[in-house]
């Protein structure tokens, strides 16, 4: 199974929001909670393996952990340079031309190993893909549901919102986006654009 797909067993906790030093928080707040740049998660249950696998569902602590540590979204191991971007050709080509830099995605790298069984395993590469090798992966936004506080109290939205937006300390974060730069198109619908090694 990939190591980005949510398990039935990993279900989202029920958790008690309060607002704490002009930002969203819990109640019963752990420094696991946030990431490195004090961002709060939503709490979901670590137990891949256990139940039945759900391949519609990415679970949002490997998501992100699989972006900032450059692990493969498959098979988990970290991808370093070697990092390859598999995306699906009609999601991302824009009207602008075709793969124009720089790209955002909330889909984590794959290691050069597993790009043909990530073809097989993902339904929405096959109708065409792009396999980008970047110089550069910057974090870029954020999705997961935004708590507007109103004098009423919090009204929640969900929403992406870019990474530096001060308004994230009212988010509770699901998935990381990253912006992939100054990239090699290594293969484009199948077929081998370049086979230059990573820097
Ligand atoms: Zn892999």
Aim: charged share 20%; with cysteine; glycine share 8%.
């Amino acid at each position: 199974m990939p190591y980005i797909t949510a398990w039935s067993s990993e279900t989202a906790s029920l958790v008690t929001l309060v607002v704490r030093d002009g930002r969203l928080g819990y109640a019963d707040e752990t420094a696991g909670d946030r990431d490195s740049a004090g961002v709060l998660w939503t709490r979901i249950a670590f137990s891949p393996g256990v139940g039945v696998p759900q391949f519609a569902n990415v679970h949002f602590l490997r998501q992100r952990r699989a972006m900032h540590g450059l692990l493969c979204q498959v098979c988990g191991t970290p991808c370093g340079k070697s990092a390859l971007w598999m995306l699906s050709q009609k999601e991302y080509e824009s009207a602008e031309g075709p793969w124009p830099a720089p790209v955002m995605t909330s889909h984590p790298p794959v290691c050069p190993g597993c790009v043909e069984r990530s073809t097989r395993l993902c339904p929405h590469l096959r109708d065409g893909h792009v396999v980008l090798r970047p110089r550069r992966v910057s974090p870029a936004a954020l999705s997961g549901m935004f708590y507007r506080p109103t004098p009423t109290g919090l009204v929640p939205k969900a929403t992406t919102l870019a990474h530096d937006d001060p308004r994230v300390r009212w988010l509770r974060a699901t998935q990381l986006h990253v912006l992939l730069e100054d990239y090699d198109l290594v293969r484009l619908g199948g077929m081998l654009v370049t086979t230059k090694p990573a820097a």
